[in-house]
């Protein structure tokens, strides 16, 4: 086994003994309550799980008030965030294990992603926004290469990219097209934008919006009538909207 494997099934038998040793450790203090300090400690970490629970279900609830009000409470966005990051993927698998299709889950969750940053009505100003697109948008024997410069697209109309581009001119908005999560976080680290409109398939967005952080981003679903990742299309006038959205701040 070369180097680069062995971390990692030394960090999960690393891992499996840390459990090991929290369950252990679980049981010495629930067996042993009469000693003082095990009192304080399981106390401890009984007020350290009450408080996360608690918080967790108040980003919940917040984010029910937000799209019941069309309006969030900034002070709970953090909350917000915090608990759409740790119940993500305990929702997706819950889904899973109840037979429902996980692509039915991302595009709910895109959906109350966008419903959330509709109602924070938090002005993005122009030039502060990225319209982040796919390269599978691009026809797929089209010979520039779009991806290290959008300029290189002749603007033929064979793809959506010729409208994309006029899009991104008139409301004066940076566009790049990402080859996938790793380029996509790269863009935003560098362009660093207040708003970003991203377009792409249910899993690319969801993760997306997930590692876009505090940056709100309005998600816009392609459509794959080839199949995934070739000749994809996007609606222009739901890209405009949502820009529209990002820009006015949910009017
Ligand atoms: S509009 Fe034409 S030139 Fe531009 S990316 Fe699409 S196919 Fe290529």
Redo the contacts with the bound molecule.
């Keep these: 086994m070369n180097t680069r494997k062995r971390l990692y099934v030394g960090l999960l038998v690393a891992s499996l003994f840390f459990l090991a040793g929290l369950l252990a450790g679980g049981w010495y203090l629930l067996t042993n309550r009469n000693i003082m300090l095990n009192r304080v400690i399981l106390l401890a970490a009984l007020v350290a799980v009450v408080s996360l629970f608690a918080v967790i279900a108040g980003g919940i609830l917040a984010i029910v008030v937000a799209i019941a009000r069309s309006k969030t409470i900034p002070p709970f966005d953090g909350i917000m965030r915090l608990a759409n990051q740790v119940l993500f993927p305990v929702a997706v698998f819950l889904g899973r294990t109840f037979g429902i299709d996980k692509e039915r889950v991302w595009r709910s969750f895109i959906a109350v992603n966008n419903s959330l940053v509709r109602a924070q009505k938090n002005r993005v100003p122009l030039y502060k926004l990225m319209i982040l697109v796919p390269h599978c948008l691009?026809?797929s024997?089209?010979?520039?290469k779009?991806t290290a410069n959008i300029n290189?697209?002749?603007?033929?109309?064979?793809?959506?990219?010729?409208d994309l581009?006029e899009l991104a001119d008139r409301y004066r908005a940076t566009l790049k097209v990402a080859t996938g999560g790793t380029l996509a976080r790269k863009y935003i680290s560098e362009v660093r934008p207040q708003g970003v409109v991203a377009i792409a398939c249910e899993r690319d967005l969801s993760q997306g919006i997930q590692d876009a952080g505090v940056v709100p981003v309005m998600g816009v679903l392609n459509s794959r009538p080839n199949g995934p990742c070739l000749n994809t299309e996007v609606s222009i006038d739901e890209v405009e909207k949502a820009i529209e959205t990002i820009l006015k701040g949910g009017t």
């Excluded at 290189?152 to 010729?162: A, E, L, M, R, S």
């Design positions: 691009q026809n024997e089209c010979p520039h779009i290189n697209c002749k603007k033929c109309g064979k793809c959506c990219i010729k581009i």
